[in-house]
């Protein structure tokens, strides 16, 4: 499956944004989805998940309450909505899919290009 990443930019701390991840096919319902970031010089870390089947969310302690992901099933599209951002939040973010959970970059099979958000001071 081939994944498309869209919605990054700039935007004022404390502001948001929503990111997009539409994948190239229908995702089958034992696919987890999940986003990832990465900012320079640091290593890529998980932000959150969903299974598609069940709709079980994951996040990252730091976006919890913040950050939402969600799912359109017939569009075959996630969605990661980004409130009350920080400079801490500045990344490439990058969506996800594979058949296993995990929160480390290697338990996901394919990968999106990234899409850069920046947050402004």
């Known amino acids: 499956v081939q994944l498309q990443a869209s919605g990054g930019g700039l935007v004022q701390a404390g502001g948001s944004l929503r990111l997009s991840c539409a994948a190239s096919?229908?995702?089958?319902?034992?696919?987890?989805v999940g986003w990832f970031r990465q900012a320079p010089g640091k290593e890529r870390e998980f932000v959150a998940a969903?299974?598609?089947?069940?709709?079980?969310?994951y996040y990252e302690e730091s976006v919890r309450g913040r950050f939402t992901i969600s799912k359109d099933s017939a569009e075959n599209t996630v969605y990661l909505q980004m409130n009350s951002l920080t400079g801490d939040d500045a990344a490439v973010y990058y969506c996800?899919?594979?058949?296993?959970?995990?929160?480390?970059?290697?338990?996901?099979?394919?990968w999106g290009q990234g899409t850069q958000v920046t947050v402004s001071s």
């Open positions: 969903i299974r598609w089947g069940s709709g079980i969310r």
């Open positions: 096919r229908r995702i089958y319902s034992s696919y987890i």
């Open positions: 996800a899919a594979g058949t296993h959970y995990g929160t480390t970059p290697n338990a996901y099979d394919y």
